[in-house]
């Protein structure tokens, strides 16, 4: 585990997509985006959001939202494999749901492949749950996508279920 002070999470600058390209190369060979697709996502600002994490001034991390009104949807999120399984992933994915959270979303949603372990160990660890299976979604591999959903508010949203279950 990195302590969460050594962790410097900030948004996205145009100063960073270098960084951010050789990472998404290494982390998504098959299907990652295209450096001019980064450009077009930092020019979608305000409505998408992407931070990127460093560790000792090298970028280890970054993550993106959508902000669409009542929901939000995580975009991406990656971490350098040679700092995996020390918890910048799970700050990453805080730091998205506190962004959500500001813009006044109700419940934040993505899609994961249903054979990518880690990404679902850390959606479950931060209370997303899966609310669709989309069969042999990812081509090629019939592999299923999962769509997961966090709310934002669940006490309320617990308190309307005891209502109706009266
Ligand atoms: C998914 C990813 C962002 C996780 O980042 P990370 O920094 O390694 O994750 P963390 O250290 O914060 O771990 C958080 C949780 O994720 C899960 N996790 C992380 N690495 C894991 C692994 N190798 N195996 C199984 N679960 C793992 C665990 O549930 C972990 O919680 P725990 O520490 O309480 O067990 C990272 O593995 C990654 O970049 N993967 C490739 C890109 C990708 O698939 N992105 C998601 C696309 S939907």
Known sequence: MIAEAAVDVRPMSWTDLDDVDALERLLFPADGWSLATWWAELAARPRRE????????????????DHGGDTADVMTIGVSPRVGGRGIGRILLGELIGRAVREGADAVLLEVRADNIAAIGLYRGAGFETIQTRRRYYQPGDV????????????????TTDKEDR
């Open 50 to 65: 992407y931070v990127v994490a460093r560790v000792a001034d090298s970028v280890v991390g970054y993550a993106g939202i």
């Open 144 to 159: 299923d996508a999962l769509v997961m959903r966090k709310l934002l508010f669940p006490q309320s949203d617990s308190v």
